[in-house]
């Protein structure tokens, strides 16, 4: 019953997005009129052309200004030439057979699997390359970064190869109360990134073709059903409500727009790291870099898995359909910011070529 009240709700007001006019009329003409002072008005966006867009988030709002600095912001490409060989200890990972309990929120952007503040301590990473071995980092969200066709859907590329999609795992240091805390703070976060193929259709030409890896079945597609009926939403209408009248509790209760950012989707069972970790584990490159949206802190130590993983088609264009802050599907810009240059990013790997 609830979902069939999301549903006509998230309905009704897509409709009214749609068109085509409207939806030019609230947009910003000018620079000026993206920019705030009140943070909780500030937005940034994946249009190019847009003035929130990823050339001006740096000016959208003072707290952003990071996302102009050429010292290390991500995403980057990964010449693997350039790369450079340094022994690490494998990455260790307490408590990854366990699943712990998350929330999936949609904040505008790209569907966020937060792990519950209760299950923080549960999952725990050392032996972060270039971090003293013995400092542990706490498993805080997945999420994935998409574009607007499969063939350049990943932030990083390696070789300037883009995969279909990016997962990336977010950690944050122990020392720290949560990623929001520990985000700004030197050395603060870990990110974990794997590249996604779609099964059958990506040729690859790399040598992790044939070790093993199979069909992931990715936790937005298998674990919640009601979240897919919400992703396909956009392709649904309600013929059988046309004419009649919402009742007042049903206007009051649903009918209000919330603010995208805050809306929380559903709670479930169960995330790993695993979920996403690719069968070979063992090649990796690590830099240091920033979050790859604002306020694009240069905190992060990032993790790039050489191999991908695979998800089937349709959790491909599931993912793809899912609605960005305006109502449309976070296919229609990508979600995903430009690959950026920067005077002095050093990548190391820790495999022989
Ligand atoms: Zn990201």
New binding site residues.
Partial sequence: MELVFLIATVTSVFVSFVDGAGYLQIRPPSLKQCCYTDINKAHFSYDRDFCEGPKNWCKVHPCWTTCGSKRRQSPININTNETIYRRYPRLKFENILKRVIATIRNNGH?PYFEVHEMFEDEITLCNVPERPRKKEYNFAQL?V?LGRDEKEGS?HSIDNKFKPM?A?M?FYDKDYEDVAEAKSKRNGLV?ISVMIEVYGRSKENDDCGCDGETLRLYPLTSINPDFWTLLRLPRKCWYNNCGRTPSKDFIEKRCEKEEPENRPFFVFEGITPLDVMPYDTNRFYTYAGS???PPCYETVQWVVYKCPIKVSTKAFKMLQLVQDSHLNPLAKLGVRRPLQTNTNVVVYRNHLK
Avoid: I, K, N
Wanted: aromatic share 0%.
């Fill in positions: 790209a999420h970064h932030e990016e990336q977010v990110v979050l790859t949206s």
